[in-house]
T-cell receptor, first 112, second 112 residues
Framework: GQSLEQPSEVTAVEGAIVQINCTYQTSGFYGLSWYQQHDGGAPTFLSYNGLDGLEETGRFSSFLSRSDSYGYLLLQELQMKDSASYFCAVRAPMNRDDKIIFGKGTRLHILP | DTAVSQTPKYLVTQMGNDKSIKCEQNLGHDTMYWYKQDSKKFLKIMFSYNNKELIINETVPNRFSPKSPDKAHLNLHINSLELGDSAVYFC???????????FGPGTRLTVL
């Protein structure tokens, strides 16, 4: 089967750093994406890792280790507006194309 | 200049009815998707269309049928609605083999 595991909830303090982990088990793998979704809103793309290592985009960074089937999203200098759900998503081969498989999401609570 | 739009935003209907949700993207993407997000926020892909060809058809009931009149539109028709169909349905689009998906605002379907 194919599965992605990420914590259901994480709580952190404003201004701090938080890491959201994702482990995956899929038949085939192209890369790992992260999406942010605020309550009542649509998922929005944050980052993609196709190769091992760290990708940095402003306050957000994403890491991938293909050998460990593991990745994480790192959020620095947390702001209240970062309170949202964060989904990891694997891009994997499917028939003659590819598909995106989403994890169940991590709800990030930020305390003032 | 909306990128991915869906109508209606809210849909309340009785069990057994047939309804459609429309989706349009003006990004020039060649792949469009339908996702279902249930009350637990689990985001599951239902269909994917690439150049008017169905390339992914997850194990969804055949009461659900995607229809794509052209590559900018992917509509979702649902027959004989059931209580369990209540969810938020998201349309998304991407350029084939590009990792970022752009999501529409979602349609909240409530079946009474």
């Amino acid at each position: 089967g194919q599965s992605l595991e990420q914590p259901s909830e994480v709580t952190a303090v404003e201004g701090a750093i938080v890491q959201i982990n994702c482990t995956y088990q899929t038949s085939g793998f192209y890369g790992l994406s992260w999406y942010q979704q605020h309550d009542g809103g649509a998922p929005t793309f944050l980052s993609y890792n196709g190769l091992d290592g760290l990708e940095e985009t402003g306050r957000f960074s994403s890491f991938l280790s293909r050998s460990d089937s593991y990745g994480y999203l790192l959020l620095q200098e947390l702001q209240m507006k970062d309170s949202a759900s964060y989904f990891c998503a694997v891009r994997a081969p499917m028939n003659r194309d590819d598909k995106i498989i989403f994890g169940k999401g991590t709800r990030l609570h930020i305390l003032p | 200049d909306t990128a991915v739009s869906q109508t209606p935003k809210y849909l309340v209907t009785q069990m057994g009815n047939d309804k459609s949700i429309k989706c349009e993207q003006n990004l020039g993407h060649d792949t469009m998707y339908w996702y279902k997000q249930d009350s637990k926020k689990f985001l599951k892909i239902m269909f994917s269309y690439n150049n008017k060809e169905l390339i992914i058809n997850e194990t969804v009931p055949n009461r659900f049928s995607p229809k794509s009149p052209d590559k900018a539109h992917l509509n979702l028709h649902i027959n004989s609605l059931e209580l369990g169909d209540s969810a938020v349905y998201f349309c998304a689009s991407s350029q084939r083999l590009v990792n970022e998906q752009f999501f529409g605002p979602g349609t909240r379907l409530t079946v009474l």
